[in-house]
């Protein structure tokens, strides 16, 4: 849509509100923008919307308001000692996504250390994030020390290339074969799973992991790095 509300593929297409993907999603922002369109139709004229000093509001208790600017803040509470995370608390933009990693951490008894540097890139989508690189190492490593695996690790990879080598722990499913086989060897669809391929130009394990959302598995998570991040971190595969 150009700044009239105009489609640029179709001069006949005009289109407010959501449908627009505009700056701001709300009702009356909406109307504004309707007003604009018909004063271009029956006016024959460009008018726009200025957007400038509308605020938006998060109706949550306590609410939170905002005008122009993003707002950020977050507080994570931390067990004294154990440097285990208690809760999170954050506000901003992205915050639905990067929550996922603190929830991942406090159902895994993941330590401050091995969270701390994980991020969870904008692109997260419903029930499927993506892991960076250096993300699945240092979890591996929280979890021995806990003596502990709470997730499953897949391996997206061809038969033989898992068996050459694979991360430690791993099981594998290929990738083409997923729809079927995920139903009979992980039938917990609230299972935390992570999947991974050979390295981040590898596509395998971003195929499963979205056919696995829409199996309805809900905690899914694809290592992006894959085998090529992992011994790049200096850690071993198992053969």
């Known amino acids: ?47 726009t919307v200025d957007y400038t000093g509308i605020p938006s509001v998060a109706f949550t208790p306590p609410p939170l308001a905002r005008v122009d600017e993003p707002c950020y803040a977050y507080k994570i509470l931390v067990k004294k000692g154990r440097q285990s995370t208690l809760g999170a608390h954050l506000v901003g933009p992205e915050a639905a996504e990067v929550i996922n990693l603190f929830g991942f951490a406090m159902r895994n008894g993941l330590g401050v250390d091995a969270t701390r540097h994980a991020t969870f890139p904008a692109h997260c989508g ?34 033989n290339a898992f068996a050459k080598m694979h991360l430690p722990g791993a099981i594998n499913i290929v990738s083409d074969d997923i729809m079927e086989e995920a139903p009979r060897r992980l039938p917990d669809r609230q299972a935390t799973l992570v999947l991974y391929c050979a390295s981040d130009n590898c596509k395998r394990a971003g195929r499963a992991a979205k056919r696995l959302v829409s199996l309805g598995y809900t905690e899914v998570y694809h290592y ?16």
């Open 126 to 159: 419903v029930g499927l994030c993506f892991l960076q690189q250096q993300v699945v190492p240092r979890l591996m490593e929280g979890f021995h020390h806990a003596n502990g695996l709470d997730f499953i690790l897949i391996d997206t990879l061809p038969a």
């Open 224 to 239: 992006t790095g894959g085998k090529k991040a992992w011994q790049a971190a200096g850690l071993s595969l198992e053969h």
């Open 1 to 47: 849509m150009d700044k009239t509300f105009r489609s640029s593929s179709n001069p006949a297409v005009y289109a407010v509100g959501d449908a627009a993907g505009g700056p701001l999603f709300l009702t009356p922002v909406a109307a504004l923008e309707a007003h604009a369109v018909v004063d271009s139709l029956l006016r024959n004229q460009e008018a």
